[in-house]
């Protein structure tokens, strides 16, 4: 830290922050705490969309896009890959745990097992063809 750098015009404009506060009954609990936290930033929002035709089927009542066991494990990326050849899954271990996982998801027609490491963090290329282990930039390992 240089005392006489000039910082005047760092996080400069409107600043907004969420908090919540959590209420822990036995024990400090950081799995459930990254769940609230994850719902805190990154909050969901509604789209409006116009009725038009469409050539897929209607989607149940309640659908369940994806599933990922056990609750340490969470899941906070799902995107198209940059090659566009597939999705990109991207899951994190949340709580210092070392465990298997398991990730199902009806949305993208896949289903896969896991080891993961205390707060590893995995990268996974789902295609038709099946699920390969990639590293952050997407390439193979």
């Known amino acids: 830290f240089d005392p006489n750098e000039n910082l005047e015009y760092i996080d400069q404009g409107i600043q907004r922050f969420r ?24 909050r969901l929002f509604a789209h409006l969309e116009s009725a038009h035709e469409s050539q897929a089927p209607a989607l149940e009542r309640t659908f369940e896009g994806m599933a990922v066991e056990p609750d340490n ?7 198209k890959s940059e090659d566009g050849d597939g999705w990109i899954v991207r899951v994190y271990e949340s709580s210092g745990i ?44």
Request: aromatic share 6%.
């Open 19 to 42: 908090y919540r506060i959590v209420a822990i009954e036995s024990g400090l609990d950081v799995t459930r705490l990254a769940r609230e936290g994850a719902t805190i930033c990154a």
């Open 73 to 79: 494990v969470i899941a906070t990326v799902v995107k």
């Open 98 to 141: 070392a465990t298997n996982a398991i990730v199902r998801s009806s949305l993208l027609g896949a289903q896969w097992e896991f080891a993961i490491g205390a707060y590893e963090l995995r990268t996974f290329h789902v295609t038709r063809e099946g699920v390969s282990k990639v590293d952050l930039t997407e390439i193979a390992q």
